[in-house]
């Protein structure tokens, strides 16, 4: 896997389309073109066959180093490197070579961005240029970025969904791309309710590897000897469906824990996990949870550093571990797992490390018993340098959490990606959080910029939803965006999306020579957030109105509310505070409070509900209702900082303090869900064509 990130394969190519010879965007061809051209004034071959031996000789000379390094270590990610197969000496050389050649990269793409780019795009519509969708909007094989842009319109998920739907359906044309739609990534927004379609071909796998086999030859530069220890990862998959036409549709992780690449990884330190693959390829949650957070203890003295995807994820594993403590202990204690492990696979996989050790029990053991787990991670896990899970955007409300179970160890955020593109690494992982950004990797698909606004008077962000045409005039390309300016993020990939607005906002921070570098600002439009799962305004308005008609026979009416994510609790959950105005005598029961709470849930979106019933990653929604004339004192209290009376509308989603302080302090009753909504794998109108 790593060997093919750093150096693209090299397929046969034509002297005509140099650009086009590498599934990396052409990233190396700006060397090779001008060696290409200086040979042939001297030597009378066939062209074809020139070109070819140059690009042979070219990769060959920068392989080097990794053949020698595929040469001496083991191929089967489960074997350790043994001293009769290579010195340490030999080993750390290689090592430092392979790190090296990954750094070589990113200065080389960064250097030259635009030329990349340039390259990346014209790849793109070479390719695609037979595809449905580039033909209706009359690109004609046009390849440059001046006819694109001018033909091609930016667009939304809703602009795109019938072409998507024909897909799911089972159309094989060439709609979107020239190769095969291989599977559909599910995303974490919502569309109609439903998670978004991205759609993806088996390439994708490959610069998506890419870009992992960046992130630790950039951590080694910061943090030294992490090839001598593992790393305790706590990684998931999640459910999975099948559209109406026999794609797989999931989210882009569970495709990749799922595939070769990561199953069948060749030995890498920097890829050695105390999850053996069977416990992360566990269906069942508890199951899945509970045997790796098993494995990391054994494996405790080992381990250098810790993480999750999301930082919601990994405290949700601390809290895992306050629950199940005892039990843990004892399968140490005795050398074998607990029966509610079912999973053959699993066990079998966990037998492997799990050996009787009553005195790394009795260690833990009276850890978790003492009073206090502040720090737990550092006392558990003494050797562990950082702590790396995403911290930016909504994931910030978590970082205190995690500073108090870890000591304040660095909290590292290492790449920025999507379902429908990865698109950057943190070249400065140990900076504070506060200070993360991304530099984009210019051959991962081809990017341009938004500009976006702040609203007078506010901090909101203007995104329009449709553009004009001064506005689509406006966009800039990767390397002509300014220093301090806010974006939003438009890419255009190998798989089929042409101009997509992914609706991040992102701010330019600096630059890596070429390449800009930006901050996460936020997602468009969310107002809550616990987990994966984002809800707008306007979804909460309509879950919030379906909500109320539970209130009619009681002749009562909402007068205000507003929202909070309540991340104080593992796990998180959403909270509503509720102004009510009754005009009946007739009390309302608990019971009508518990529907609303219900019928709030049954009306958000697919990503929330699923979080709440497969995931576990959310907890039960809570309702609060407040005091007669709660938000009129919230009004009050925003005009005494400054707010204008005239302009002042109730914010449906309030993070200040002193804000919830004041409506916990006129909370009358709370209320919660009481049981899940109701949520199945898929979309729903699949769901509804089954039967």
Same mark, same amino acid.
């Given at each position: ?265 060749? +030995?890498?330190?920097?890829?050695? !996990?105390?999850?053996? @693959?069977?416990?992360? $390829? /566990?269906?069942? #949650?508890?199951? *899945? ?126 790449? +920025?990606?999507?379902?429908?593109? !990865?698109?950057?690494? @943190?070249?400065?992982? $140990? /900076?504070?959080? #506060?200070?993360? *950004? ?254």
């Amino acid at each position: 896997m790593i060997m093919k990130g750093i150096f693209p394969r090299m397929p046969f190519v034509s002297a005509d389309s140099l650009c086009a010879f590498t599934p990396y965007g052409g990233a190396w061809g700006w060397l090779i073109s001008p060696i290409y051209t200086h040979i042939s004034h001297h030597f009378q071959a066939p062209k074809n066959h020139l070109l070819q031996l140059i690009i042979s000789l070219f990769f060959l000379s920068l392989s080097l180093p990794l053949l020698k390094l595929q040469a001496t270590m083991p191929e089967a990610p489960k074997k350790s490197l043994k001293a009769t197969t290579t010195t340490e000496d030999q080993y750390e050389y290689c090592l430092a070579e392979k790190n090296k050649a990954a750094l070589e990269f990113i200065e080389d793409v960064t250097t030259n961005a635009d030329e990349v780019q340039k390259k990346v795009l014209a790849e793109i519509l070479t390719r695609n240029a037979s595809v449905e969708y580039l033909h209706r909007h009359g690109l004609a094989g046009y390849t440059d970025r001046d006819t694109f842009k001018k033909l091609v319109p930016v667009i939304t998920y809703e602009d795109l969904q019938p072409d998507i739907n024909r897909i799911a359906n089972g159309d094989t044309s060439q709609i979107l791309c020239s190769s095969p739609i291989s599977e559909f990534l599910t995303s974490s927004g919502t569309s109609g309710g439903e998670r978004k379609l991205m759609p993806t071909i088996d390439e994708e796998m490959e610069r998506r590897s890419l870009l992992y086999s960046l992130l630790m030859p950039v951590m080694s530069q910061s943090v030294e000897g992490l090839e001598k220890g593992k790393g305790m990862y706590f990684l998931f998959i999640k459910s999975e469906a099948k559209t109406p036409g026999g794609l797989v549709a999931r989210p882009v992780l569970t495709s990749y824990y799922k595939s070769s690449h990561f199953k069948e990884r060749p +030995y890498d330190p920097y890829t050695n !996990y105390t999850s053996p @693959n069977e416990t992360i $390829l /566990c269906p069942d #949650s508890y199951q *899945s949870m509970y045997s790796q957070m098993l494995c990391g203890l054994v494996h405790n003295k080992e381990v250098l550093r810790v993480g999750a995807v999301f930082a919601s994820g990994f405290i949700r594993a601390i809290r895992f571990l306050e629950k199940h403590w005892q039990s843990l202990c004892r399968d140490i204690r005795i050398g074998t797992i607990d029966p509610q492990i079912t999973d053959p696979s699993v066990r079998e996989a966990v037998s492997r490390v799990l050996k009787p050790d009553p005195k790394l029990a009795d260690f833990i053991d009276g850890e978790c018993r003492k009073d206090s787990w502040q720090g737990i991670i550092t006392r558990l896990w003494p050797n562990t340098k950082y702590v790396d899970v995403i911290v930016t955007g909504t994931m910030s409300q978590y970082i205190p959490t995690l500073d108090y179970y870890s000591n304040s160890l660095p909290l590292v955020c290492t790449m +920025y990606a999507s379902s429908e593109c !990865y698109f950057g690494v @943190n070249l400065n992982p $140990l /900076c504070k959080t #506060s200070d993360v *950004s991304y530099t984009l990797i210019p051959t991962m698909a081809y990017f341009e910029f938004l500009p976006v606004h702040k609203n007078n008077g506010t901090n909101s962000i203007s995104v329009p939803k449709s553009l004009n045409d001064k506005e689509k005039q406006d966009l800039v390309d990767l390397v002509d965006v300014k220093l301090g300016q806010e974006y939003e993020l438009v890419v255009t990939t190998y798989a089929g999306l042409y101009r997509y607005r992914v609706g991040d906002v992102l701010r330019v921070t600096g630059f890596k020579n070429k390449a800009p570098q930006f901050s996460f600002v936020c997602r468009k439009n969310v107002v809550l957030s616990i987990d994966s799962d984002k809800t707008d305004e306007v979804e909460l308005q309509a879950a919030v109105k379906n909500a109320v008609n539970h209130l009619m026979p009681f002749d009562a009416t909402l007068t205000e509310y507003t929202s909070f994510a309540d991340t104080t609790t593992i796990p998180g959950h959403y909270v509503l505070y509720w102004e009510l105005s009754q005009k009946g005598s007739t009390q309302i029961p608990p019971s009508v409070y518990e529907d609303c709470c219900l019928t709030v849930e049954e009306s958000l979106n697919s990503v929330y509900r699923q979080g709440r019933v497969s995931d576990k990653s959310i907890g039960p929604l809570e309702m609060k209702i407040v005091e007669t004339g709660t938000f009129d004192k919230l009004m009050d209290y925003a005009i005494s900082l400054g707010a204008s009376i005239n302009q002042y509308k109730t914010p449906r989603c309030v993070k200040f303090a002193p804000i919830i302080e004041l409506l916990n302090s006129r909370v009358v009753s709370n209320y919660f869900s009481p049981k899940c909504p109701k949520w199945v794998p898929g979309h729903k109108q699949w769901c509804n064509n089954k039967n």
